[in-house]
């Protein structure tokens, strides 16, 4: 491992290009098994283009990218690379801006290599949080040590074992509450596999209820391709229908464009309960939440509504707006007032309730839901704690929680039932919503999650203040990278410009001298044989990612149907000269970095000095870049193919 004086890592990388390895200081384990392995994946998959390169005798043309779409762009105009400082010196000036917010007060410095650099060998650097948390190893030996001194039964029972994990998952769930400034009086946890789940169990659960012209759904074709003429459905955009929206007699199921697929799952719900459905931006929602509101009965509820009398009504419509507090493909931060204003358009027949996506804010952000009462809201503990795996949670208001209408009964949900008739008494929630045995095992490790955060760490202000110290500083340092020509390296989405309303995540695309965009798998595999854990694709987040790409919706569809990719890239129609359409070639995905409460400075220095010692002046591969980028680019052999379908499916993840 490369270590510095201070006991870091310092960075190591690989120009592909050349296939060495280059670092800071020397170091024999840089040529350990795992980064040779990554260096053949890179040389067989180079060799394999280049070769069918050759065989095809290609003349290779390459295309510029340009989108309409905002982007973070540098303030720099000059055509000078600027030089990245050594580690040490960076660092210095770096802990000279930000030393009273970064490292928890030298907790990370003394304990970072113990707790996480043992499992990143040869000086790797992990930039993959908002995919996944690192956990310490204290968590495990903690957890472990509870495994082995105390038995752990089934929380149905009364037995001494069945009272420990009761008891536990009692002070796991207010252990949650607290953390998020939920009133146990008003909130419970309903316990999931995911946050994949909690979102899955609104959308199922909601009471939906059908526009007056709506007709039952004629199925999914075969394929499993949904059929667009299927219920209702408006595009993306800043305008709304706002007399159909505040329809009494039908659900409205309103969520953001930019939004994980699990949220989009809801629409599927909605649609086939002829739920009308409005897919927005951030200028539409905001439109709508200015509108005037309907008020066809003279009665508005306040945000903090007391629903005793209109829960209560059987002729009360139930709508429900989606939107993440953190979009996890560019990292901005969306305003949580928004929950507030939303139930203020609520009248006595049509009550607007609200689905928060917390699973990419909570890791390094707080929330109140004193202060921001979403009637649900999905999160995923190993994206916060990184262990364990496989849990996550609903929060849901109580009043909100009674109206989802659940069907399946399993143990654990029912106070009584009889065989016959399949009658039943269903539990109040959260046990009414949890079929089955809950992972108890996994809900009693918890607590070392919280004590990392709250106690070790400081807190979630102090866990936020170190990484907006490093996105700060890394944000300067990669919009200032240019090739010698003036061309900006790296595009960056995002809204960086203003801090206030960006997160720890970088999202990107990488570009040639010449402004072509260079693949974002070649970029993933490089930074990989580099020792760097970068993430590409679109993130399950199609709505944000096609926007920022560059590709229409029925562009997309079209390519997916015909198969109409190279690896990462499809090709797509457009009028460039006059009314001829020519064929353009645009990215399926692009390259994310995403910082996380155990990231480090020399983290994002490695990221740093990569892209800068790898892109900056360099052409791609000619063979490579031909294949995946040049104009008319064919299918090639095996290894260099991929669907749009396989493509996304392989980097789909939060």
């Not at 008891?167 to 009086?185: M, Q, S, T, Y």
């Amino acid at each position: 491992m490369c270590v510095a004086s201070n006991g870091m890592r310092e960075p190591t990388w690989q120009d592909p290009a050349v296939g060495k390895i280059s670092s800071s200081s020397s170091s024999s384990s840089s040529s350990s098994s795992w980064l040779a392995s990554w260096q053949q994946i890179i040389a067989t998959f180079m060799h394999s283009n280049a070769a069918h390169a050759t065989a095809k005798g290609a003349n290779i043309t390459t295309t510029t990218f340009t989108t309409t779409s905002t982007t973070t762009s540098s303030s720099s105009s000059s055509g000078s690379r600027s030089q990245l400082p050594p580690l040490a010196a960076a660092k210095a000036a770096f802990l000279a801006e930000h030393g009273q917010q970064y490292g928890y007060r030298g907790w990370l410095e003394q304990h970072w290599q113990q707790e996480v650099g043992a499992r990143l060998p040869g000086g790797q650097h992990y930039l993959d949080f908002t995919g996944a948390s690192l956990y310490a190893n204290w968590q495990v030996t903690a957890s472990l040590q509870m495994l082995t001194q105390h038995a752990f039964g089934n929380p149905h029972s009364r037995n001494p074992s069945s009272r420990r994990s009761a008891e536990e998952e009692a002070a796991a769930a207010a252990k949650v509450l607290a953390w998020v400034g939920a009133d146990p009086k008003e909130y419970v946890v309903v316990w999931t596999r995911s946050a994949t789940e909690a979102l899955k169990m609104v959308g199922e659960w909601f009471p939906w209820s059908p526009a007056h012209d709506w007709q039952p759904p004629r199925g999914t074709p075969s394929g499993g391709v949904t059929n667009s003429s299927v219920g209702h459905v408006s595009k993306c955009g800043g305008k709304l229908h706002f007399k159909q929206a505040d329809r009494d007699d039908s659900s409205h199921f309103m969520y953001t464009r930019a939004n994980h697929k699990s949220v989009l799952g809801i629409g599927a719900y909605a649609q086939d309960k002829g739920a009308l459905l409005s897919c927005v931006d951030e200028a539409g929602i905001e439109e709508w939440l200015n509108e005037p509101p309907s008020d066809h009965d003279g009665h508005i509820y306040p945000s903090k509504h007391n629903s005793s009398s209109s829960s209560s009504s059987n002729n009360v419509t139930y709508s429900l707006v989606a939107f993440p507090a953190k979009d996890n493909y560019e990292g901005v931060l969306y305003p949580l007032e928004w929950v507030d204003r939303i139930h203020a358009k609520s009248s006595k027949h049509h009550r607007w309730l609200v689905m928060l996506d917390a699973a990419a804010f909570l890791p390094t952000h707080a929330l109140n839901l004193s202060h921001t009462p979403a009637d649900f809201v999905s999160l995923s503990f190993y994206k916060v704690f990184g262990y364990p795996t496989g849990l996550g949670a609903l929060i849901a208001r109580k009043e909100s929680a009674i109206l989802l209408h659940k069907v399946y009964f399993g143990g654990g949900a029912v106070d009584d039932a009889t065989a016959q008739d399949v009658w039943r008494i269903l539990s109040p929630p959260p046990a009414g919503l949890q079929d089955g045995t809950v992972n108890f095992l996994g809900i009693a490790e918890l607590q070392f999650g919280f004590e990392l955060l709250l106690q070790k760490l400081g807190g979630m202000q102090a866990i936020h203040d170190h990484v907006s110290s490093l996105q700060a500083w890394t944000y300067v340092q990669l919009s200032a990278l240019r090739h010698s020509s003036g061309q900006q390296l790296l595009q960056i989405f995002g809204k960086h410009a203003t801090p206030a309303r960006q997160s720890c995540l970088f999202q990107f695309l990488v570009h040639a001298p010449n402004g072509s965009v260079v693949p974002a798998e070649e970029v993933e595999l490089a930074a990989a044989a580099a020792g760097i854990h970068l993430r590409t694709g679109c993130h399950c987040n199609p709505g944000q990612c096609l926007l920022d790409l560059g590709i229409e919706p029925q562009e997309e569809r079209a390519a997916a149907l015909a198969h109409n990719a190279t690896r990462g890239f499809i090709t797509v129609l457009r009028h460039k000269r006059g009314s001829k359409l020519e064929p353009v070639q645009l990215p399926i995905g692009s390259v994310r970095a995403s910082l996380g409460a155990l990231s480090t400075f020399e983290d994002v220095y490695a990221l740093v000095q990569f892209m800068q010692d790898t892109y900056i002046d360099k052409d791609p591969p000619a063979a490579l870049y031909g294949e995946l980028h040049g104009a008319g680019g064919a299918a090639g052999s095996q290894a260099s193919n991929m669907t749009v379908q396989e493509y996304w499916n392989s980097k789909c993840g939060a």
